[in-house]
DNA sequence: AGCAACGTTGTGAACGTGAACGTAGCATGC
DNA sequence: GCATGCTACGTTCACGTTCACAACGTTGCT
């Protein structure tokens, strides 16, 4: 890329495969062949027209290319919540596969605004006019989800989400539904508050229309009660920290220290700050008095004060994932077996113990 | 999108131009016409293609199109840093201004392995084999802004860094550099902490091959100087809490309170979290004892006990001019005024005033 | 010698679109 | 009457590649 041997002095002209051809004495066919690595050329020719091409700077046109091969390499991909920590990842990982198999993603970004089936339904539309192979769906909300799945597209499709639409999705062959698995993600905070000996919790929902919130509530609700906890669940309208701050500043303010509950489970850990800051306010120590528990892992929680006990889930794996399902519908062979082997795949999370829980102070 | 009438109940053919010219009994170029908007069709022919293209579901070959128009309507974004906080915001505003626009972004997101000039390049030259017509580079580091400068590439591009190389980009023309300025924000946060009376600080500096580090570094010797605060710096190989918690205890552990420094300045928000843990373990309150002051702004420094003064860039609006930038070097008109008339952006960060800084208490 | 098989190369036609140009029809002007 | 201009189309070509097939020379076999 650094040496323009200058026999162009004149304006930027892209050579073309015939100009190649003619300068390298063959056909325009040969060079196709040599560009594609066809077995059937000989080292002489193969190697002058490999001279050619790095003297004209020569690259094929990607746009012929696919005008007569009917394929872009290009995969679509939608995302909406991107500005919460983790999609961020996933979107990582979906890139980096995507350009290990030759692939361009091309990218489209909705904010808080666009979370509608239109905008998802307007963007895929004009990816469709980019001509894209394939798409990926990154939809944390339940009409995106909705709007992914029913979206009359013939692309084979992957869609990134939480919410439980197997039955749907099982009837549109060609869509592939991928989530973190919320539920053993919920088992494991709440295996390891009962170990340290809580019975006393409040749940903090995230907004329900997102299908991480809602399969953790779910989940919460199935374990807590399979617990025999005295669970108490406050719904939340926003992911953010303020409304939990507020909230937790309301529930906890002026109650005694024996009838305050020993943990809280927030659905993020931004959640989880507000809820430890309006905690330190009302001079209830965390963890000794109350432990706090969130999910997600995000930036930071580890050196928040006190250092967050959450859920960590493996963004990068369910990228990577995602993208292979994908190539193995666009690619066929390959990957199918894959696909089929793992049916559930194994998106479990982690459990981080920080400092933020342990055991309740009267056991 | 949503109604595919079923008038070809076989494979998912996608129809041609010419087969909705034969169907409206019209020629290609009339179906052209209809698609580019052009003024010199009648009403009723125009509104019977459009039927056509409507029962057909046609849709424009971009393939074909390219190839003739020589616009493939992409624009190449490459990424460097993105899992940290700013830079997301950032690749946003991008994608949201470019669809605008009607451009498609095909992104490749770098992670820190491919922080070298040659992924760089090499990322670089697969987008071209793609057919961008136009490059963003988000370069965080050093030898990233110089790759990107560097390459040898005809298709205007803009480099968002908050490097100084406006000398060696000027020789360039096409290439613009844009970035947050950062020498203004650490003003803001040194006058902050002059105005409550702060004289012995502390500076922990960033990774210094991050464009970012080595300005906000820069720009505090140069104001801390002006000032003539007993000044000290130190320097950090991370951008995570980790390194500068360690140092920060090692620092400052012992230290007779009348010896502490009165206020610490990190070059990001996750810095400072590690410092005020530290501060906190030894028993250093945050505001009472040291001030702590963050960049960035990043999600939940609003809710870290206590609350981290900070300084927030407006990520957005950078990737909205980066944007705009761009569109200008290719529109050519309408924007080139635009550009000029700004020459140094207002990329002025905004100063949060929170709970981690005031008054030092021997004033 | 004749002929098949093979490896290597060339030829022509597609792919679907836009641009340049041509042309018919009709209204306007003198 | 005819030149002129405008509108609404059609025709032809070019874009740069791949594909199907043909053609060529060489080798090996009968």
């Known amino acids: 890329m650094n040496q ?20 390298a004495g063959v056909s325009h066919q040969t060079v196709s062949r040599v560009i594609n690595h066809s077995p059937n050329v000989s080292q002489a020719t193969r190697e002058r027209v490999e001279e050619v091409i790095r003297d004209l700077n020569y690259r094929p046109s990607n746009s012929a290319r696919a005008l007569v091969t009917r394929h872009t390499k290009t995969i679509g991909f939608i995302a909406g919540g991107v500005n919460y920590y ?26 808080e605004r666009e979370y509608t089936r239109e905008s998802f339904e307007e963007v895929a539309d004009s990816f469709l006019d980019q001509g894209v192979e394939a798409f990926i769906f990154l939809a944390p909300t339940l009409p ?17 989400t939480s919410t439980q639409l197997e039955g749907s999705a099982a009837s549109h062959p060609g869509i592939k539904l991928i989530g973190i698995d919320q539920v053993t993600a919920a088992r494991s905070v709440i295996d390891h508050l009962a170990n340290l000996g809580h019975r006393r919790c409040v749940f903090f929902s ?33 992911w953010d920290a303020s409304e939990s701050y507020e909230k937790a500043r309301e529930l906890f303010a002026g109650i005694p220290r024996d009838q305050l509950p020993t943990a809280i489970v927030t659905s993020n ?19 000794e008095d109350i432990s706090v528990v969130g999910f997600d892992d995000m930036p930071g929680s580890d050196y928040y004060t006190p250092a967050l006990t959450t859920v960590r889930p493996d963004f990068d794996e369910l990228g990577r994932t995602a993208m292979q399902e994908l190539l193995g519908y666009m690619g066929g062979s390959e990957y199918s077996e894959y696909s089929k082997e793992q049916d559930k795949p194994p998106f479990t999370s982690h459990l981080i113990v920080r400092e933020s829980s342990a055991r309740p102070r009267a056991i």
């Not at 323009?4 to 300068?23: D, F, I, L, T, Y």
């Not at 989880?272 to 009302?282: Q, R």
């Open 86 to 111: 983790g999609p961020i990842s996933t979107m990582g990982a979906i890139e980096s596969v995507a350009r290990d198999h030759g692939f361009y993603l091309s990218v489209a970004i909705l904010d």
């Open 206 to 238: 995230g907004p329900q229309e997102w299908g991480d919130a809602a399969m953790r509530l779910r989940a919460w609700r199935r374990f807590s009660a399979e617990k025999r906890w005295d669970a108490q669940t406050v719904c939340m309208k926003s």
């Open 269 to 287: 850990d931004l959640q989880a700050f507000g809820v430890c800051k309006a905690l330190d306010e009302l001079g209830i120590k965390v963890p």
């Open 4 to 23: 323009e041997q200058g026999k162009n002095p004149h304006v930027s002209h892209r050579a073309s495969m015939n100009e190649v051809a003619e300068r």
């Open 144 to 160: 995106m989800v909705e709007a992914a799945v029913s979206a009359n597209i013939s692309q084979p499709r992957v869609v990134l």
